[in-house]
């Protein structure tokens, strides 16, 4: 399996909502990341992971919190979000920090 | 500071003709550069690696210490490559990837 998988494919919440995005890769990487895209924008990086330790919180607001169960897996709970939150988060894994970053397709989310 | 710049939001041509995206580049160390594409409705995904010296789908790009430049570049483009072309550079210091703004390449019959 070489790819980067993410779930849900879409998702509709509204601000009083809780719910998560799940990443998965099987590629044996040890880094892992959460971006976020808004329309036209370059992906902005909101986490990483490097062997399931927090390893950088790019001052992302407590409404978004991550969680890395083991290597394979890394969730996004979300909750009160606002509806600038609206936008495409992308999951990425890469052997190491400074190898090459494989992107999933990417959770589009709307927060009305 | 370290910065990618891609200085053009939109590159227009027809097909066949040659294209060159621009991407420059502040870093006080070793460069690690990438070039990622994004099709229509399709993931991120690594179009260059400036370490491969690897020609991908007819590109290429150069690394020029000189000018921090690392511009990518093709000598006929296809429409099939209309897409958004995002130039990165690995920040060993920081321990990730920052991305340019982006240029939208359409190629036109």
């Known amino acids: 399996d070489t790819e980067v998988t993410q779930t849900p494919k879409h998702l509709v919440m509204g601000m009083t909502n809780k719910k998560s995005l799940k990443c998965e890769q099987h590629m044996g990487h040890r880094a892992m990341y959460w971006y976020k895209q808004k329309a036209k924008k370059p992906p902005e990086l909101m986490f990483v992971?490097?062997?399931?330790?927090?390893?950088i919180n790019e001052s992302v607001p407590s409404r978004f919190s991550p969680e890395c169960p083991n290597s394979s897996l890394l969730n996004l709970h979300l909750h009160a979000l606002q509806p600038e939150d609206s936008a495409l988060y992308l999951c990425a894994s890469a052997k190491s920090g400074e190898e090459t970053q494989y992107f999933g397709p990417g959770t589009r989310l709307l927060v009305l | 500071a370290q910065r990618v710049t891609q200085p053009e939001k939109l590159l227009s041509v027809f097909k066949g003709a040659p294209v060159e995206l621009k991407c420059n580049y502040s870093y006080s160390g070793s460069p690690e550069l990438f070039w990622y594409v994004q099709y229509s409705r399709q993931r991120l995904q690594l179009l260059l690696r400036h370490i491969s010296r690897e020609s991908i789908k007819g590109f290429t790009a150069d690394l020029n210490k000189g000018e921090t430049s690392f511009h990518l570049k093709k000598p006929f483009a296809q429409e099939e490559d209309s897409a958004m072309y995002y130039c990165a550079l690995f920040s060993g210091g920081y321990n990730k990837l920052i991305f340019g703004a982006g240029t939208r390449l359409a190629v036109h019959p």
């Open positions: 992971y490097s062997y399931e330790k927090l390893s």
